[in-house]
């Protein structure tokens, strides 16, 4: 019990800034520009972050200037596949390298500790908080341990994360927002046609997708760990983008591909060269492998079909 | 938006324009960190070109970015993104290795190289093999499945390297040094007509197989029926439809063709310089060759120099992060990243400006 109690909330842990990228790429994917800058924004966002909360000491301060230079990531990105019509996995290649590069760049420069952040006290991060009543329901069985370890002790940007996923499914489904946003991912030149400006609804999907996507920087630079590491998002932003796809571009399902990842690594990180029954001792690198050969496998439409909204990476002409 | 420009402002004046912007901007970061821009480029250029030993070392570079370079451009054609190079090279890798570990005791290493070379092509092309017919037969999106397989092979790599392959567990996640017969000469003659000398740089003659590779995808790109095929399906796949061309096939080699290029890039680190297969030796190149083949807008004699300017990049970035220690290694990879967004996400950015300046001429030639 205690051992499957501590596999679910490394879990938890691990699917935190999954949930926020992937959620991040469906508000852009949606609206039919396609996002492999996810893991570069997430670093940018990291790196402003734990800057801007080493400099300041204030959580909030750094929460916002991660969101601030993930959102300047994204309009970059905005600006090259909307108003450009440039090619979107292109403009998305490089925005993984000007962050990788600049986040290494400026923080040896301002910080000069080998492109580390200086290490964060706690009140200058988001701290785990404990829920009411943790105490008192501790010693019920298995209602207390699940209380008190998953669903209490998780930091803010942890539970904005999961209430995010009700909130993307009613913006998405319910309003009309969400609607044009589909809409101008399934077919422009109808939206269009309606008077609706096709850029201005993409660009505004992009700017969703890079305010969560800073705060899935900031949950992992000021959250979970006390500080900026190089290269620390460490491909997050590409298994979230797998999440996105594995989850056929829905938010729910998103929540639950992310939990599945991120119980992937959990059971990587806890049963690390342990004899297990039948298989054996499974090697690390199979379990770190495994969301991605999953994705692959359903891409090859052997687990379902994963249909990508129609206009997906197409700028968008106005006349021919 | 079709009135064509001269030749010379596409292929020349363009990508100048769009790298002048992105170290322009390189600059002006490099100010904001408070150094010298002038300085910065000054150093960066002495070391890469400063003395035998540097240039030794940015044609090291440069016969990677190459191999990657022509990599991607090869799918460029087909309208394919190959976005896996990192990933084919990697296993591309493994086969030189294989090769070399078999016969680098019983075989001279001009008897070795052929072999590793197919065994580079022959890994790589497989490692693309996969991706390429389930874009094919399937539908599954190229540049999806290349990102995941270059995180699987990453992963692969490391099982292997840090078990079976493992020469010992003290040594880290490496094979054995290979035996003579599984190294290739040095070029340190190169340049000494000159009276260069270019000492321990480690430029060896994989750097002549990057030329001929380069000729050799001119001529197929060019010069074959399938080259043709290739560049219709890569401009309509409608067209090539209509013409009746195999579109299963024309993918799949394609892919296996960049695949194969991709993973011959081993052969430059793995048997020209350390001589053994280690951990991660791919070092970010297969990104490299997306940047090298946007620049050289996908032609042989535009990659050939842009790979050569990546390689001068990587070589005097290492000297001037030794020189400016608040300039890391880490500028590279942005310039990298603005060189991609300004030559390929950005490219149309300037073309209607130009369009104008040029087309106005024309005109004014013609009136005259």
Redesign the interface.
């Known amino acids: 019990m205690d051992t499957l109690i501590q596999l679910l909330d490394v879990t938890i842990r691990s699917a935190v800034p999954l949930l926020l990228a992937c959620l991040a790429g469906l508000y852009s994917e949606r609206s039919g520009i396609v996002d492999i800058g996810l893991e570069g924004k997430m670093l940018g966002g990291a790196f402003a972050a734990a800057a801007m909360a080493a400099v300041t000491g204030s959580a909030w301060l750094g929460l916002f200037a991660g969101i601030f230079v993930a959102v300047l990531l994204s309009l970059v990105h905005g600006f090259a596949s909307i108003t450009n019509k440039g090619n979107q996995i292109v403009s998305g290649v490089a925005i993984n390298f000007i962050a990788a590069g600049l986040a290494g760049l400026l923080g040896q420069a301002w910080f000069s500790q080998g492109g580390r952040t200086p290490q964060l006290p706690p009140d200058a991060r988001f701290i785990p908080i404990d829920l009411p009543f943790a105490e008192a329901i501790s010693n019920i069985p298995m209602v207390g341990p699940v209380y008190v370890e998953l669903i209490s002790g998780q930091n803010l940007l942890a539970y904005f994360a999961f209430v995010m996923v009700p909130i993307t499914w009613w913006v998405l489904f319910r309003t009309r927002f969400g609607l044009r946003l589909r809409a101008v991912g399934e077919n422009p030149a109808a939206v269009d046609t309606a008077g609706i400006s096709v850029s201005w609804a993409r660009y505004r999907a992009v700017i969703c997708c890079g305010i969560l996507c800073g705060i899935a920087g900031a949950y992992l630079s000021i959250g979970l760990s006390a500080g900026f590491v190089k290269d620390m998002t460490a491909g997050r932003g590409f298994i979230a983008l797998a999440a996105l796809i594995f989850a056929k571009w829905r938010p729910v399902a998103a929540m639950w591909a992310c939990l599945l990842f991120g119980f992937l690594s959990a059971i990587e990180i806890r049963f690390q060269g342990v004899e297990l029954a039948i298989v054996g001792v499974v090697p690390v690198q199979l379990m770190q492998a495994l969301p991605y050969i999953l994705t692959v496998i359903l891409l090859a439409g052997f687990i379902g079909k994963a249909i990508p909204p129609k206009a997906g990476g197409v700028p968008y002409s106005k006349e021919r | 938006m079709n009135t064509a420009l001269p030749r010379w402002v596409d292929y020349g004046l363009m990508p100048l324009i769009n790298v002048a912007v992105a170290f322009l901007i390189a600059g002006l ?1 490099v100010l904001f ?2 150094e010298s821009p002038v300085e910065a480029a000054y150093l960066m250029v002495r070391g890469a070109f400063g003395n035998g030993y540097n240039i030794g070392f940015t044609l090291f570079f440069a016969t990677t970015f190459v191999f990657t370079g022509l990599a991607v451009a090869v799918a460029f054609h087909a309208g394919l ?1 190959n ?1 896996g190079g990192e990933g084919q090279a990697y296993i591309g890798g493994l086969g030189v290795a294989l090769v070399c570990l078999s016969f680098d005791t019983i075989l001279p290493w001009w008897l070795t190289f052929p072999l590793a070379i197919i065994g580079a092509a022959l890994f790589g092309a497989l490692w693309a093999y ?1 991706p390429a017919i ?1 874009q094919a037969k ?4 190229i ?3 290349t ?3 270059n ?2 092979a990453s ?2 790599m ?2 292997l390297l840090a ?1 079976p392959l493992q020469k010992a567990a003290n040594l880290g996640p490496r094979t054995r040094d290979f035996e003579a017969g599984g190294q290739i000469p040095k070029m340190d003659w190169l340049f000494s007509p000159f009276g260069i000398d270019m000492g321990a740089s480690p430029l060896n003659i994989s750097f002549l197989l990057a030329l001929i590779m380069a000729f050799v995808v001119w001529v197929i790109v060019w010069r074959t029926r399938f080259g043709y095929e290739m560049r219709t399906l890569g401009v309509s796949p409608r067209a090539a439809n209509y013409a009746g061309m195999p579109e299963v096939r024309i993918v799949v080699l394609t892919m296996m063709l960049s695949g194969a290029l991709a993973g011959m890039m081993a052969l430059n680190p793995v048997m020209g310089d350390q001589a053994r297969l280690q951990l991660d030796f791919v070092e970010g190149a297969g ?1 490299v060759g ?1 940047a090298v083949a ?1 620049m050289g807008r996908s032609h042989p004699a535009g990659i050939v120099p842009a790979a050569i300017l990546f390689g001068a990049l990587y070589q005097g970035g290492a000297e001037l992060a030794f020189d400016m ?14 060189v ?2 300004f030559a ?6 300037f073309r209607p400006a130009l369009t104008k300046v040029f087309s106005e001429k024309t005109i004014t030639a013609e009136a005259a």
Request: glycine share 10%; no cysteine; proline share 2%.
């Open positions: 970061v960190v408070g993104f976005i996969v389930l399937r539908g599954s999106h540049v999806i499945t990102i995941m397989f995180f699987i992963a692969l490391v099982y078990g990104f997306i946007l220690p608040n300039i890391t290694r880490d500028m590279i990879v942005m310039i990298q990243g603005l991609i967004l390929g996400a950005m490219e149309y950015m």
